[in-house]
């Protein structure tokens, strides 16, 4: 079975611009999860979508959105991109719910310039 | 708030030598622990869990036991490897948040 996949791998980025960030869970997987790890925070969780609804979100600014399809993939959005967004960004899938493992995928590594 | 506090190290070890890792938590209710491991470049690999007091998750030759009364769940192995050079996560989730909360990391090398 296919895991978690992420793309990009790799993104740079100039201040004020945005950027979009795709994750396809495994297949039958219906919670997707967001996490931003930078040295200094470590890992911060961001917000989680079940069947296309945001059913938990972390404390972070409206800059960073995201959204779920009806195929479970997710997208998050960061506008207006600062220096201290530059981390990486981890997706995590799982089956439904906080009993069930979340598997992450590589992540995608952002350098905001 | 929920939280972990694990071991910051970093830590070294020689090959075949013992590991401990010490995590311990804050949490209200009865969270599920996990260790989870970082290798360079990549992303969050589960390593082990357990989701009740008592239980010990073992994997690839770690363990770690759920002790409510310490609120604990220290990572352990009895002869490690090179390849066990890693960053290692402890963290919890409950019922109700969906999110899995963290400690900051403990990154082992282990020489040869």
């Known amino acids: 079975k296919a895991g978690v996949t992420q793309t990009p791998r790799y993104l740079i980025k100039t201040r004020g611009q945005q950027v979009t960030l795709s994750c396809s869970p495994i297949s039958g997987h219906r919670s997707v999860s967001w996490y931003q790890q930078t040295p200094g925070q470590g890992l911060q969780f961001l917000f989680e979508?079940?069947?296309?609804?945001?059913?938990n979100k972390g404390n972070f600014p409206g800059r960073f959105s995201g959204r779920q399809f009806s195929n479970s993939r997710s997208e998050m959005n960061v506008s207006t991109l600062e220096l201290g967004d530059s981390a990486l960004y981890l997706c995590a899938s799982s089956l439904a719910s906080y009993t069930d493992t979340q598997y992450f995928g590589p992540g995608t590594r952002l350098t905001v310039l | 708030g929920d939280s972990v506090t694990q071991m910051e190290g970093p830590v070294t070890l020689s090959e075949e030598a013992f590991l401990t890792i010490n995590c311990t938590y804050t949490a209200t209710g009865y969270p599920s622990l996990f260790w989870y491991v970082q290798y360079p470049g990549e992303g969050l690999q589960l390593l082990l869990k357990a989701t009740k007091a008592d239980d010990k998750g073992s994997n690839k030759g770690f363990e770690a036991t759920y002790r409510k009364e310490t609120t604990s769940f220290h990572l352990e192995k009895g002869s490690v490897q090179v390849s066990d050079s890693a960053v290692y996560f402890c963290?919890?989730?409950?019922?109700?948040?969906?999110?899995?909360?963290f400690g900051k990391g403990t990154k082992l090398t282990v020489n040869p």
């Open positions: 979508y079940f069947s296309e609804t945001q059913r």
């Open positions: 963290a919890l989730i409950k019922g109700g948040s969906e999110k899995l909360v």
